[in-house]
């Protein structure tokens, strides 16, 4: 598609439950990041993918988080044992391997409501 | 990248009139570029400014750069309703890292 696709919109989850969020990114974007926006906060780093390399995950803030980006394209976040302060919206960004002056194009997230 | 750190954390101002926020940063850039949020969802890329420019406009947007004050404005002339978001800066060091680190932002309402 033309920009960033997220889904689910919206996901309402059980405490102790595990979710997957995805995202698609642009067509030939190389890089896709991952980020967290808790209620009237900035935005969180969690992980980057490049390309084949390695991915920085310095950002996920607990090993209940995982990510993975398969075929160089759609990337699942897998949040395992949901907590309530888990709850957030996980917006997904791509871009090319280096920054354009069209900058990053971010997706309308997926707004997670643990209960 | 380095955060930037957007200033006013909030304003409110009358439809019809211009916005202006800042942003500081801490160390030389490549780029330095702006996004709004509406409603907490997607960010919109707005516009990137170089180092090596001064000022840059687009539509009702203008945005300057000082290096030697490591400092951003961005003006919004004729504000509207549909202008209400949080915008954020993101000083970009090009320094081998693709990472964007945001600040809390400026929250704009556009009062009608």
């Known amino acids: 598609g033309a920009g960033v696709s997220q889904s689910p919109s919206n996901k309402v989850t059980e405490k102790g439950k595990d979710v997957e969020l995805r995202c698609d990114p642009i067509s030939g974007h190389t890089a896709l990041y991952w980020y967290r926006q808790s209620l009237g906060q900035g935005l969180e780093f969690l992980i980057y993918f490049q390309g084949n390399s390695a991915p920085d995950k310095s950002g996920l803030p607990s090993d209940r988080f995982s990510a993975e980006r398969t075929g160089g394209s759609v990337s699942t976040l897998t949040i395992q044992r949901t907590q309530q302060e888990d709850s957030a919206v996980y917006l997904c960004a791509s871009s090319l391997a280096r920054p354009s002056s069209y900058g990053y194009t971010f997706g309308s997230g997926t707004r997670l409501t643990v209960v | 990248s380095q955060q930037g750190e957007e200033d006013p954390q909030a304003l409110s101002i009358q439809e019809g009139e211009n916005a202006t926020m800042n942003c500081s940063y801490k160390t030389s850039i490549n780029n330095l570029q702006w996004y709004r949020q509406n409603s907490g969802r997607g960010l919109v890329h707005l516009i990137l400014?170089?180092?090596?420019?001064r000022e840059k406009h687009s539509g009702r947007l203008r945005v300057t750069l000082d290096t030697s004050k490591k400092s951003s404005s961005l003006l919004i002339t004729a504000s509207r309703a549909a202008d209400t978001a949080s915008y954020f800066c993101?000083?970009?060091?090009?320094?081998?890292?693709?990472?964007?680190?945001f600040g809390k932002g400026t929250k704009l309402s556009v009062i009608p």
């Open positions: 993101v000083a970009y060091s090009g320094a081998g890292s693709y990472q964007l680190t």
């Open positions: 400014i170089r180092s090596n420019e």
